[in-house]
């Protein structure tokens, strides 16, 4: 028999499952809602627990068989440091975007339609652990699979035109992502004949070392990493993205930005460091590619960021530059880069649903008008949203105190002694001055009162039952400045565990 | 910052940039200008947006073959590039004739029971990925649902008329010669399904061909004697309860194994065939609940 908590990982992936096939035949919307909230809540507290057991001292690793047989047989989990802080924060930040949006959800998506709804944010999470936690690359794909689906359902829910032109976009880029992916894991499989990651990690290491197979293995890795950039909006694949994250509802918005593309991220994390090895991916100029396409996405995601106006979509185009400088730390090729990513993306993950819960509730109280001139204003007639803007944007942008300002002090010193250090800090340097661009003037946007006449025009057009005091948003929203005050201020624990993690991933 | 009149002075600018101006057109405020303070729409911007991704939509159809086919005769020829250098296919020597594939031939018997080796690296050595794809089945389901569910938003008065005029013109002229056919082909289908399904321990088959084979045979039976006859025996309610339960089932009996099975714990109870019917449940409800969604958007 295993320590008690050695199981908790799988009791997590469980208990989401069925609480989303529990949903399905649930009739009122609301209990739906608070079982999948539940069920968030749960999975973070065993993530903690977890996480608790596996970081004490210098940390320790364990490999979960899913069922009697051993690798490289049948499938396996491994839980790390990394894995139960990642899956602790997704879990807690999936919990305040269902909390936080809930007025919006309610509003957007049909009573009848909500259960469905809830089925899909359990899958989801579901699909989210599982990708953090997969030994498998298999399972991996069938993850994937899941969470393709799931986050499609997620944009389609609120029914509107638009929307479904965004999901039909969505699902196409998503499934060729799969689709890549699975090219990649076939051909995987056939130059080495296994699924498990250990034995795939000998068996590369052995064909790297022979050079037998070398360009089915280098076209495999390539697949694989452009499948799940794909997916994860990586640079020049990501004109899906502001529809889909831009347009649906505040909730969606908040887990699709927030986590969705984390998922796949971690999983090519894994892919790097505990399957391919970051030496081998160097060689083949994996990380090098990587690299250039999150730079790239760094700038021109700032750019057209600067270029919208609709508030929600300009969140969407700074999603396209954050995960640009999670690309660009693992494109780094070292493990102080990858450090500095998995940092960011606990950073982004809390960030993005704040910003996006904020601007929801800003554009509700401005009668639902998402165009910035138009939420001038706004910050007053909710402060807790006012503020809240403002310290994810603040953050966003890399202010001292704030989570941002951290992970891009820890890209700037992992890009140090890196092959492209000077093109690295300039980037940086470049992406926060257009970051500040766009995020400054939203952020004075929303706190100068416009003139009178627009004023009183909004005034009339926006429900007055919106602009009531919206309880379960505050929370959220407080939580989330909380979080990200002690990403900013509170790091060294945090990082120390990410860096153990990695070693131990 | 295109809407900027040229004769602002520096300081205009900045201090109209400041205020939110630099949008280039703000179309939503263009509207409002042109209908002054009448009742509106909640979200106006919605139909202005559609003309955009329209537009947009249209642009890019124009560059979109050239593009799609050097894409992807790139992404053929690196692919053949990389099949010319692969193990041959179907060679003794190749890297997937390991130690993996030689344990599931030699040991799948002894360690899980089924005869069947795909059923037994489906139901035992890999069950977590085939768990993963029933879920995949029942979310491909809940999202039909999502979409094309009837509710007040995609169907109106007209939408009910059309189905419940169709309903009673089936009624009344009923296919005979395609009823006969089925009363007789459908008892066997069924029958077959059941085989397939039980049986799938030991020979081809399992859940997900008995499930389809199951699903099969309801479509045939709907579709001969009308959405009503069905729905009498296998209502929405009933249908949303056998295929919760098909998944409920089969994620309760392979949580238990999991959980006995990396414990270490001793797991006497043997149920691959109950499994396998789970499967099957589930598989059988996608395959009809598709059908009947996509047909009238309603179980």
């Known amino acids: 028999m295993r320590p008690m908590v050695e199981n908790y990982p799988f009791f997590s992936i469980f208990a989401c499952m069925v609480a989303g096939i529990l949903c399905a035949v649930i009739k009122k919307g609301k209990t739906a809602w608070y079982l999948t909230i539940g069920v968030c809540a749960l999975t973070a507290l065993l993530s903690a627990l977890t996480l608790a057991a596996v970081g004490e001292g210098d940390g320790y690793a364990f490999v979960y068989t899913m069922g009697r047989f051993a690798a490289p047989y049948g499938n396996a989990i491994r839980v790390g440091p990394l894995q139960a802080l990642l899956t602790m924060v997704f879990a807690g930040v999936m919990a305040l975007a269902l909390t936080g949006g809930s007025r919006d959800l309610f509003h957007d998506v049909q009573e009848k339609k909500l259960p469905l709804y809830c089925t899909m944010c359990?899958?989801?999470?579901?699909?989210?652990?599982?990708?953090?936690?997969?030994?498998?690359?298999?399972?991996?794909?069938?993850?994937?699979?899941?969470?393709?689906?799931?986050?499609?359902?997620?944009?389609?829910?609120?029914?509107?035109?638009?929307?479904?032109?965004?999901?039909?976009?969505?699902?196409?880029?998503?499934?060729?992502?799969?689709?890549?992916?699975?090219?990649?894991?076939?051909?995987?499989?056939?130059?080495?004949?296994?699924?498990?990651?250990?034995?795939?990690?000998?068996?590369?290491?052995?064909?790297?070392?022979?050079?037998?197979?070398?360009?089915?293995?280098?076209v495999s890795a390539g697949l694989m990493v452009a499948g799940l950039g794909v997916k994860s909006a990586m640079f020049p694949f990501h004109l899906?993205?502001?529809?889909?994250?831009?347009?649906?509802?505040?909730?969606?918005?908040?887990?699709?930005?927030?986590?969705?593309?984390?998922?796949?991220?971690?999983?090519?994390?894994?892919?790097?460091?505990r399957v391919f090895g970051l030496a081998l991916m160097v060689e083949m100029g994996m990380t090098t590619v990587v690299l250039l396409f999150g730079l790239m996405g760094m700038i021109f995601g700032s750019v057209s960021a600067i270029r919208e106006h609709h508030v929600k979509r300009m969140l969407a185009y700074s999603s396209v530059a954050q995960i640009g400088y999670i690309f660009m730390g693992l494109g780094l090729g070292s493990p102080a880069g990858i450090v500095a990513s998995c940092f960011h993306i606990l950073v982004h993950a809390t960030c993005k649903p704040l910003l996006f819960l904020c601007a929801g509730r800003l554009s509700a109280v401005s009668g639902h008008h998402r165009s910035l001139k138009n939420l001038r204003g706004s910050a007053y007639r909710d402060i807790a949203a006012g503020i809240g803007f403002t310290v994810g944007a603040l953050s966003m942008i890399g202010i001292p105190l704030f989570g941002g300002f951290v992970s891009k002090l820890y890209f700037a010193s992992a890009s140090l002694n890196s092959n492209g250090m000077v093109m690295v800090l300039l980037t940086i340097a470049l992406s926060t001055v257009l970051n500040a661009l766009y995020y400054v003037p939203a952020v004075l946007a929303i706190w100068i009162t416009p003139p009178p006449e627009l004023q009183q025009h909004i005034l009339e057009i926006s429900d007055p039952r919106e602009a009531e005091f919206d309880r379960n948003f505050t929370i959220a929203a407080v939580i989330l400045m909380a979080g990200v005050f002690v990403l900013g201020i509170f790091y060294h624990p945090i990082l120390d565990v990410i860096q153990m993690g990695v070693q131990l991933l | 910052m295109s809407n900027t009149p040229e004769n602002k002075t520096l300081t205009e600018r900045l201090v109209s940039w400041v205020n939110g101006e630099r949008e280039p057109k703000d179309q939503t405020l263009f509207v409002m200008e042109k209908r002054h303070r009448q009742p509106r729409r909640p979200q106006p911007s919605d139909e202005e947006h559609e003309e955009q991704e329209r537009h947009r939509f249209r642009r890019f159809l124009r560059g979109f073959p050239v593009a799609a086919v050097m894409i992807c005769g790139v992404l053929v020829a690196v692919l053949v590039w990389a099949v010319m250098t692969m193990p041959a296919f179907g060679e003794a020597g190749n890297p997937i004739n390991n130690e993996v594939a030689e344990h599931y031939l030699e040991y799948t018997e002894e360690e899980t029971g089924a005869t069947n080796a795909v059923t037994g690296m489906i139901l035992s050595y890999r069950g977590f990925d085939t768990l993963g794809e029933s879920c995949v089945l029942f979310l491909a389901v809940s999202c039909v649902m999502l979409l094309l569910g009837r509710d007040a938003h995609n169907t109106d008065e007209h939408d009910l008329l059309k189905i419940g005029q169709e309903d009673t013109i089936e009624k009344q002229a009923p296919d005979r010669i395609l009823q006969q056919v089925a009363r007789t082909l459908i008892p066997f289908i069924f029958l077959f399904a059941l085989y397939v399904l039980i049986n799938g321990e030991v020979s081809p088959g399992g859940g997900f061909s008995g499930g389809t084979i199951l699903g099969c045979g309801l479509i045939l039976y709907t579709v001969s004697y009308g959405h009503a006859a069905t729905s009498r025996w296998f209502s929405a309610a009933i249908y949303a309860a056998v295929r919760t339960f098909g998944l409920l089932l089969y994620a309760g009996l392979y949580g238990y194994y999991i959980f006995m099975g990396a414990n270490g714990l001793e797991s006497t109870v043997h149920f691959s065939m109950a499994i396998d019917l789970a499967v099957g449940l589930v598989v059988a409800c996608t395959v009809y609940g598709f059908y009947t969604l996509f047909q009238r958007g309603e179980i």
């Open chain 1, 122 to 218: 359990c899958m989801t999470l579901a699909s989210l652990l599982a990708l953090t936690y997969t030994n498998d690359v298999f399972t991996g794909y069938v993850f994937i699979e899941i969470s393709t689906i799931a986050a499609c359902a997620l944009v389609m829910a609120k029914d509107t035109g638009p929307n479904l032109i965004a999901t039909i976009r969505y699902l196409f880029m998503s499934l060729l992502g799969s689709g890549l992916f699975l090219i990649g894991l076939t051909f995987l499989n056939a130059v080495t004949g296994y699924l498990l990651m250990p034995s795939l990690s000998t068996a590369i290491a052995d064909l790297a070392a022979s050079g037998q197979y070398h360009v089915p293995l280098t």
């Open chain 1, 240 to 273: 899906w993205l502001p529809g889909a994250h831009g347009g649906a509802t505040t909730t969606s918005s908040a887990i699709l930005s927030g986590l969705v593309l984390k998922g796949y991220i971690v999983l090519m994390i894994v892919l790097m460091v």
